[in-house]
């Protein structure tokens, strides 16, 4: 297990088979999916393939998202960091993603915060990013503001999946003079 990121309460580390079931309450929960397409997970076995998925893009891409393990407790609490898009949204292909997703009792303390802060750090200085996109429902008022607040810049509003989201970008060298240190 390798640990990418690590904040003064959050390890971030891969994905391990270990995660399905911590995965599968979070996924499961209506409530994380409210602004993700209405779609939560039914079956351990659906956790179980969405880790094997994230694995193999660590194979194939050199990145996905990692597993958010709260330090004090030792508990999965949540997903974090980077996913290459190769599909065509909002006109574009081939950028890196920053997302997270946590199961809800972690949510409100600035957890989410804190990893896209730590992962754009990353990305930036080890990854040798060039450019970070974000996208949110333009409902989902939090994930909205934590990408504001992180640095991001909205560049546009588009139509996914039949619901309107909001598009942010952020290049290296705005982040550079917006730097966050955790």
């Known amino acids: 297990m390798k640990i990418h990121i690590e904040t003064d309460r959050l390890l971030?580390?891969?994905?391990?088979?270990e995660d399905a079931h911590e995965m599968f309450a979070m996924d499961s929960d209506a409530g994380v999916h409210a602004f993700l397409g209405n779609k939560p997970i039914s079956t351990l076995d659906e956790a179980k393939k969405m880790i094997a998925s994230i694995k193999q893009q660590y194979i194939d891409n050199g990145i996905g998202r990692w597993a958010v393990v709260e330090?004090?407790?030792?508990?999965?609490?949540?997903?974090?960091?980077f996913?290459?898009?190769?599909?065509?949204?909002?006109?574009?292909?081939q950028y890196y993603d920053l997302g997270y997703r946590f199961i809800k009792k972690y949510w409100g303390k600035g957890y989410a915060t804190e990893t896209a802060i730590a992962s754009l750090n990353h990305g930036f200085t080890e990854l040798n990013f060039h450019e970070i996109i974000g996208i949110a429902d333009a409902e989902h008022t939090a994930s909205n503001t934590i990408l504001?607040?992180?640095?991001?810049?909205k560049?546009?509003?588009?139509i996914y999946d039949g619901t309107l989201h909001n598009f942010y970008s952020l290049h290296k060298t705005e982040w550079e003079k917006y730097k966050i240190d955790l």
């Open 148 to 153: 504001k607040k992180v640095g991001l810049i």
């Open 155 to 158: 560049q546009n509003e588009f």
């Open 83 to 93: 996913k290459l898009i190769t599909d065509v949204i909002n006109g574009r292909t």
């Open 12 to 17: 971030m580390r891969d994905l391990t088979d």
């Open 71 to 81: 330090k004090d407790s030792g508990d999965f609490i949540g997903w974090s960091g």
